[in-house]
T-cell receptor
Framework: KQEVTQIPAALSVPEGENLVLNCSFT??????LQWFRQDPGKGLTSLLL?????REQTSGRLNASLDKSSGRSTLYIAASQPGDSATYLC??????????FGSGTKLNVKP | DAGVIQSPRHEVTEMGQEVTLRCKPI?????LFWYRQTMMRGLELLIY????????DSGMPEDRFSAKMPNASFSTLKIQPSEPRDSAVYFC?????????????FGPGTRLTVL
């Protein structure tokens, strides 16, 4: 069964710092990997989707990489801002469109 | 498009009562997913449908839980009878296709509290 792990579970950084969130998965047979953001009491907002054939995707200050063979993905956030404070979840898609989620990294960006 | 719509947003009920959660997927999407999120267990997939047909319900915790999708624009998740341990946020999500190559969009969730 696919297991998705996110490290660290929580992260606190000063505003302006560049940071990296990590996601690892046990089964490399995935269709894609998606990074989400969840604000307290809210739903999940999709940030980036990386297809299994891709190595990275970029959107503004966010860059996500995928190394399928080693079962790893990273989400890089440049020049962090207090508005980036949220929980970030990664999810991989396996057979039959089944999503497997990590437990998330709770990010706090201090002004 | 309004995105995935869920109702109600909040539900408070007493143990033993029937609870029905509703979801309207994004128009044109043919796959629909129900998830449950708790602090202890994180985000769990309960069931998903493709073209209105249940494909995988292995995540449904007990027979007290049932889900239907009578048409492409509506799905329900029912809990009968409800128990305090069912308290969680229930999310509905939709996507286009079955290949796993497409982005999944989430609704705002229904926060269920069973007293």
């Amino acid at each position: 069964k696919q297991e998705v792990t996110q490290i660290p579970a929580a992260l606190s950084v000063p505003e302006g710092e560049n940071l990296v969130l990590n996601c690892s998965f046990t089964d490399s047979a995935i269709y894609n990997l998606q990074w989400f953001r969840q604000d307290p009491g809210k739903g999940l907002t999709s940030l980036l989707l990386i297809q299994s054939s891709q190595r990275e995707q970029t959107s503004g200050r966010l860059n996500a990489s995928l190394d399928k063979s080693s079962g790893r993905s990273t989400l890089y956030i440049a020049a962090s801002q207090p508005g980036d404070s949220a929980t970030y979840l990664c999810a991989v898609t396996g057979n039959f469109n089944k999503f497997y989620f990590g437990s998330g990294t709770k990010l706090n960006v201090k002004p | 498009d309004a995105g995935v719509i869920q109702s109600p947003r909040h539900e408070v009920t007493e143990m033993g009562q029937e609870v029905t959660l509703r979801c309207k997927p994004i128009s044109g999407h043919n796959s629909l997913f129900w998830y449950r999120q708790t602090m202890m267990r994180g985000l769990e997939l309960l069931i998903y449908f493709n073209n209105n047909v249940p494909i995988d319900d292995s995540g449904m915790p007990e027979d007290r839980f049932s889900a239907k999708m009578p048409n492409a624009s509506f799905s329900t998740l029912k809990i009968q009878p409800s128990e305090p341990r069912d308290s969680a946020v229930y999310f509905c999500a939709s996507t286009l296709g079955t290949s796993g190559s497409n982005e999944q969009f989430f609704g705002p969730g229904t926060r269920l509290t069973v007293l």
